[in-house]
């Protein structure tokens, strides 16, 4: 007789008494290496933890955490590790890579993908290169090269058949600061006792108010309907159909009990500090925001361990469904639509919101399509607000992979304009129905190259139409690859605004019928749309022509 559990095999004997058995062999299978090979989850000993397969254990798993990392619960060590220092791109103020030092480990990997690979390089050069990269928590050498990664790490292995050697990047240690905490410690706890009575009131009065007032929490989500997870559980038939999965959470699809029902997509948060985050940022923010071009946040559920937002359901899925080459893709004139509407949602984050608001990870996954094929742009999960009267942020919030602006791997405060880049990226997918079409050409986009790469994407689109397009559709089209290619510039101070890029795009659609010719120059120190020596002519109504540059 033999029972499987999946990392623990025991094999089993009858022996000539029928009510007892006999043990003869405990085995561990292979459990460390038991990762899902689509990449959901974060392994067996969690996130951040190390499976060690050179365990003698014979009768469990054995998990242990990093140097400078610990158990998130003692009792178990299966749920993984949290960082006991602070991670370098979570400050306030972006460090120097002096400040940071490496901890070495050997034979150990995280399995989950590397956001960054360098083949030619050697162990000194693949330190430095992770020191100054505010988003590299990990690196990692071998024979191949080196890796880096960010936090949160998944699927850890330890282990003498492991060949990779590990840096964990933490903050060096410095006497005269911690002369200094100790002082500034002191300090508070003296300042603490001598106004403890001032604090007694101030509560006091807080209750008092509270009684009477609506808490500013309160106040800051207007119109949204507080759901119990009950009410999300019978709503969603206890989670059963998975709509989609974002970075900190899965997107289920519920109805809620009405006449006739209503359609939700709830979206239910990852328990982790992040996902904390994401749920003050987009409950706070999201909440108060209103824009046709922007997903409705209609309540959010926060019982406990229980955090979830609740969206208005979105009929047509992602953009991603309909960025296809062939006869199913959408007609030109909904693809410029959707490139419109994608771009004054932007600009209404940009410049109407207050604070403004960056997203942070622009792709078409992240753009869903009601069922009049209206654009709304979603997921705020890894947008930030600006802080007040400040028009850059640190690197607190990161994009995707072939979507993200070179300032990101710069190492380099934000703007706005990081969006502008993603959305020039986007816009390029749009119009060639083609996902990638950026990577193609992204070492001339970031060589200075614009205007060889402009002319050899227009001549791409002519031959990619054929004779499926009249002249001035393609006209119009070309139109649109001279502001996707504007929105590409490495600098970002010449990038266009959204404001200037939504006003072009507009102007590009002959609607109404244009009646003259004006044309854009492009000074090379403005916030202009072309590259220095480019000139990019749009049919505009005269009446309606403005200065973009004012902007």
Same mark, same amino acid.
């Given at each position: 007789m033999a029972a499987n559990s999946g990392v623990l095999i025991t094999h089993t004997m009858l022996t000539s008494q029928p009510s007892s058995t006999l043990v003869i062999g405990i085995n561990i299978a292979d459990g460390c290496n038991m990762w899902s090979s689509n990449s959901h989850g974060v392994g067996v000993c969690g996130v951040n933890g190390l499976c060690n397969t050179s365990s003698r254990n014979q009768t469990r798993l054995e998990c242990k955490c990093p140097p400078n990392f610990s158990y998130l619960d003692p009792d178990n060590i299966y749920l993984g590790c949290k960082s006991d220092l602070e991670a370098q791109q979570y400050l306030s103020d972006a460090p120097e890579a002096t400040e940071f030092e490496f901890t070495d480990l050997w034979n150990t990997d995280w399995k989950n993908e590397d956001y960054e690979w360098f083949k030619y390089m050697d162990e000194v050069q693949c330190k430095e290169n992770c020191l100054k990269d505010y988003s590299c928590a990990v690196a990692q050498y071998d024979a191949y090269g080196c890796y880096k990664k960010s936090l949160p790490l998944r699927f850890g292995i330890s282990g003498t058949d492991v060949d990779k050697k590990t840096f964990i990047k933490v903050r060096k240690s410095n006497p005269k600061n911690i002369g200094r905490k100790l002082f500034l410690v002191g300090s508070a706890i003296l300042l603490g006792i001598a106004c403890i009575l001032l604090i007694v009131v101030v509560l006091l009065v807080a209750h008092l108010r509270h009684t009477y007032k609506k808490s500013p929490m309160d106040m800051s989500r207007p119109n949204l309907k507080e759901f119990t997870y009950k009410e999300l559980v019978c709503a969603t038939k206890n989670f059963e159909e998975e709509l989609g999965r974002g970075s900190f959470g899965v997107v289920y699809k519920g109805l809620l009990p009405s006449d006739p029902p209503t359609a939700i997509a709830v979206k239910k948060l990852q328990l982790l500090n992040d996902g904390e985050r994401e749920f003050q940022s987009e409950v706070h923010s999201i909440g108060q925001i209103r824009h046709n071009n922007l997903v409705k946040l209609i309540g959010f559920c926060d019982e406990g361990s229980n955090r979830m937002l609740i969206y208005e359901y979105m009929s047509k899925g992602s953009l991603s469904n309909f960025i296809r080459v062939g006869d199913e893709r959408l007609d030109w004139d909904v693809r410029a639509k959707l490139a419109l509407g994608i771009a004054k949602g932007l600009q209404y984050l940009h410049e109407d919101c207050n604070p403004p608001v960056l997203h942070c990870d622009i792709k078409p996954a992240n753009i869903l399509l009601d069922d009049k094929f209206v654009a709304k742009i979603s997921?705020?999960? &890894?947008?930030? !607000?600006? *802080?007040?009267?400040?028009? /850059?942020? #640190?690197?607190?919030?990161?994009?995707?992979?072939?979507?993200? %602006?070179?300032?990101?791997?710069?190492?380099?405060?934000?703007?706005?304009?990081?969006?502008?880049?993603?959305?020039?990226?986007?816009?390029?997918?749009?119009?060639?129905?083609?996902?990638?079409?950026?990577?193609?050409?992204?070492?001339?986009?970031?060589?200075?190259?614009?205007?060889?790469?402009?002319?050899?994407?227009?001549?791409?689109?002519?031959?990619?139409?054929?004779?499926?397009?009249?002249?001035?559709?393609?006209?119009?089209?070309?139109?649109?690859?001279?502001?996707? &290619?504007?929105? !590409?510039? *490495?600098?970002?101070?010449? /990038?266009? #605004?959204?404001?200037?890029?939504?006003?072009?795009?507009?102007? %590009?659609?002959?609607?109404?019928?244009?009646?003259?010719?004006?044309?854009?120059?492009t000074p090379g120190t403005s916030n202009s749309m072309a590259t220095p020596g480019q000139r990019m002519t749009l049919y505009i109504d005269q009446s309606s022509q403005r200065d973009i540059n004012t902007h």
């Open positions: 997921d705020f999960g &890894v947008s930030k !607000l600006l *802080v007040a009267d400040r028009t /850059r942020t #640190t690197t607190f919030c990161r994009g995707t992979p072939g979507y993200m %602006a070179p300032e990101w791997t710069r190492g380099e405060q934000i703007t706005s304009k990081v969006d502008v880049y993603s959305f020039g990226v986007l816009l390029l997918e749009i119009i060639f129905c083609r996902v990638g079409i950026v990577q193609q050409t992204v070492n001339d986009i970031w060589t200075d190259k614009m205007n060889e790469v402009l002319e050899q994407l227009k001549e791409q689109l002519v031959n990619d139409m054929g004779n499926a397009g009249d002249k001035a559709t393609i006209q119009i089209m070309q139109k649109f690859v001279e502001v996707a &290619v504007a929105c !590409l510039q *490495v600098d970002p101070s010449v /990038r266009p #605004t959204m404001r200037d890029v939504a006003y072009l795009l507009a102007c %590009a659609i002959p609607v109404p019928a244009p009646t003259s010719t004006n044309t854009i120059s």
